[in-house]
């Protein structure tokens, strides 16, 4: 495997467990424990994650989903040079974020629904369960006082109620951004 993909690896299997040992990370990239050093080292002066006692870790990084839209794509082209992890389902958030330097960017895969570009669908809402998040920017479609926040499309909608339950501090009485 490229170096690259291991370090992709690395990160993947690193926030889905929350850390992960060295040993282990080198069993399933099937490398030397001192490639993965090596690449753990890296990622570690980048700031993606941080290296404990022969363990590797999530770095102190906020992470935000962040919904598309124009709201969406204004906010991200203010975050370009924060450092931050960012998960999206639009394609329009992710073309403003790819080049920047200090944004780690994921997409939550899933099926394009035309026009607002954006990913829909079993696994978008599955990459968004995997993960929690510290803060979500929603954009809506409306906001009723009775029934809150409204969306037309139903399969974002469904997207946007995973984002919103697994936003890591919404016991902690954490503002969710909502875009209108």
């Not at 998960?87 to 920047?100: E, K």
């Not at 979500?136 to 409204?150: E, F, K, N, R, W």
Request: proline share 3%; aromatic share 2%.
């Amino acid at each position: 495997m490229k170096p690259t993909g291991r370090v992709q690896v690395i990160l993947d299997l690193v926030e889905h467990e929350g850390g992960v040992s060295i040993a282990d990370l080198a069993g399933h990239l099937a490398v030397s424990e001192m490639t993965v050093r090596r690449d753990t080292e890296r990622l570690e002066r980048s700031g993606a994650l941080r290296r404990v006692r022969g363990r590797a870790g999530l770095a102190d990084r906020e992470t935000v989903v962040l919904d598309g839209g124009s709201t969406g794509v204004a906010v991200a082209r203010e975050l370009v040079a924060r450092e931050l992890t960012v998960r999206t389902p639009s394609l329009h958030v992710a073309d403003v974020l790819r080049d920047a330097p200090n944004i780690r960017l994921m997409l939550t895969g899933g099926i394009m629904r035309r026009g607002e570009e954006s990913l829909v669908g079993p696994a978008a809402s599955a990459t968004l369960e995997e993960h929690r998040f510290d803060s979500y920017l929603m954009a809506v479609s409306g906001i009723d006082p009775q029934h809150g926040c409204t969306e037309w499309n139903v399969d974002d909608a469904v997207v946007q109620r995973v984002a919103l339950r697994r936003r890591r501090l919404a016991a902690a009485g954490v503002t969710v951004l909502i875009a209108q």
